[in-house]
């Protein structure tokens, strides 16, 4: 069967991180390009992250570090992966802090 012809070898193969993105959004994502990906609004957009400090699964420290690239503000919370369900009021206080903030505000 034929490869698609818009997708790299490396972006259907992923590139180590489990990503398999066409080559014009993986190239942007790569460390080291010297830009923010082309694809991403976070430096207009506000942004709430809550990194469960438990988390193995994602590991917090690489949800933390995506959270700081991005400028959000970040809550932590002692907690596994599904943060959502053993901290359901700490999480929905985040939500309603970023509703409350960008109430109003277009997109």
Same mark, same amino acid.
């Given at each position: 069967?034929?490869?698609? &012809?818009?997708?790299?070898?490396?972006?259907?193969?992923?590139?180590?991180?489990? $990503?398999?993105?066409p080559h014009?959004?993986? +190239?942007?994502?790569?460390?080291?390009?010297? !830009?923010?990906?082309?694809?991403?609004?976070?430096?207009?957009?506000?942004?709430? &992250?809550?990194?469960? !400090?438990?988390?193995?699964?994602?590991? %917090?420290?690489? @949800?933390? $570090?995506?959270?700081?690239? %991005?400028? %959000?503000?970040?809550? +932590?919370?002692?907690?596994?992966?599904? @943060?959502? @369900?053993?901290?359901?009021?700490? =999480? &929905?206080? =985040?939500?309603?802090?970023?509703? &409350?903030?960008?109430?109003?505000?277009?997109?």
């Amino acid at each position: 069967m034929d490869q698609p &012809t818009h997708l790299s070898h490396t972006a259907l193969q992923g590139s180590g991180s489990g $990503a398999s993105l066409p080559h014009d959004q993986s +190239e942007h994502l790569r460390p080291g390009r010297g !830009t923010a990906p082309a694809l991403a609004a976070r430096h207009h957009s506000q942004c709430w &992250t809550v990194v469960a !400090t438990g988390d193995k699964a994602a590991g %917090a420290d690489v @949800i933390r $570090a995506q959270a700081q690239r %991005a400028g %959000a503000d970040i809550s +932590e919370v002692d907690g596994s992966h599904v @943060i959502m @369900i053993s901290q359901p009021q700490a =999480v &929905t206080d =985040v939500i309603v802090t970023a509703a &409350t903030a960008t109430a109003g505000s277009r997109r």
